[in-house]
């Protein structure tokens, strides 16, 4: 039975990883720290779930940091986006600021595996500001020495956002369609929210025990094939 916190739990991708940690009886425990509560919250188990939300992010590592008992697994499904932040300065500030502050805390306080929903252009050689970014995220937190870390990263991301982005909607249409044709059309570049999210919690379960695949020791990266390959597998088993 493992222990588990989780940020960015209110997002696309994070809720589900929610839904997936709740729902997995492998799971012992599950501590969330956002800036709202997450929908999910009022149904679940109050003795499996605790939630901390504070929108003083800079309170969030000393939360971490005093989780009681320490998770094993932490992971991340923070981001944000350049509109909701004022700007790329700003939008980097929070996200790169934060992901790898709370990935220090985590390391600090004991815990053994780090995953992180990256994407899969990140690239900290890239001249494109936001794959920078999220390349840079990642060198970031390998650097910190994790037992093991695992960084998803997913193409675009398929599913329905509370926020309205018209662009991605189109885009998501297109990939939607094309998976119904064929599931080879699509899961090359885009793979579904809970898709990902089950994916993400079962390849921490997996670093956890150790069952990673030979060269991934300590970094574990996985593709859209994985990602489609793990998030089929079932979160409810132990």
């Given at each position: 039975?493992?222990?588990?916190?989780?940020?960015?739990?209110?997002?696309?991708?994070?809720?589900?990883?929610?839904?997936?940690?709740?729902?997995?009886?492998?799971?012992?425990?599950?501590?969330t720290?956002?800036?709202?509560?997450?929908?999910?919250?009022?149904?679940?188990?109050?003795?499996?779930?605790?939630?901390?939300?504070?929108?003083k992010?800079?309170?969030?590592?000393?939360?971490?940091?005093?989780?009681?008992?320490?998770?094993?697994?932490?992971?991340?499904?923070?981001?944000?986006?350049?509109?909701?932040?004022?700007?790329?300065?700003?939008?980097?500030?929070?996200?790169?600021?934060?992901?790898?502050?709370?990935?220090?805390?985590?390391?600090?306080?004991?815990?053994?595996?780090?995953?992180?929903?990256?994407?899969?252009?990140?690239?900290?050689a890239?001249?494109?500001?936001?794959?920078?970014?999220?390349?840079?995220?990642?060198?970031?937190?390998?650097?910190?020495?994790?037992?093991?870390?695992?960084?998803?990263?997913?193409?675009?991301?398929?599913?329905?956002r509370?926020?309205?982005?018209?662009?991605?909607?189109?885009?998501?249409?297109?990939?939607?369609?094309?998976?119904?044709?064929?599931?080879?059309?699509?899961?090359?570049?885009a793979?579904?929210s809970?898709?990902?999210?089950r994916?993400?919690?079962?390849?921490?379960?997996?670093?956890?025990?150790?069952?990673?695949?030979a060269?991934?020791?300590?970094?574990?990266?996985?593709?859209?094939?994985?990602?489609?390959?793990?998030?089929?597998?079932?979160?409810?088993?132990?």
């Amino acid at each position: 039975m493992a222990n588990v916190a989780l940020i960015g739990c209110t997002g696309m991708v994070g809720s589900h990883i929610l839904t997936s940690l709740l729902s997995n009886s492998s799971i012992s425990r599950v501590d969330t720290i956002s800036r709202r509560t997450p929908q999910v919250a009022g149904g679940a188990p109050q003795s499996k779930l605790t939630t901390f939300v504070s929108d003083k992010t800079e309170s969030w590592a000393g939360q971490l940091s005093s989780l009681t008992p320490t998770p094993e697994i932490f992971i991340s499904a923070f981001a944000t986006t350049r509109a909701n932040a004022g700007g790329f300065e700003n939008q980097y500030k929070i996200e790169h600021g934060l992901n790898v502050e709370l990935a220090r805390a985590a390391r600090d306080a004991g815990v053994k595996v780090y995953v992180l929903i990256s994407s899969a252009n990140a690239n900290k050689a890239s001249s494109i500001p936001y794959t920078r970014m999220k390349g840079e995220i990642e060198e970031d937190v390998k650097a910190l020495g994790f037992d093991r870390t695992v960084i998803v990263r997913p193409g675009l991301i398929t599913g329905t956002r509370e926020e309205s982005r018209p662009l991605e909607a189109s885009i998501r249409f297109i990939a939607g369609w094309a998976g119904k044709l064929h599931s080879g059309l699509k899961d090359g570049w885009a793979q579904d929210s809970d898709v990902i999210a089950r994916a993400a919690v079962n390849a921490g379960l997996k670093a956890l025990e150790g069952d990673v695949p030979a060269g991934s020791e300590k970094v574990w990266n996985l593709d859209g094939s994985q990602i489609i390959a793990l998030g089929k597998e079932s979160t409810t088993a132990s």
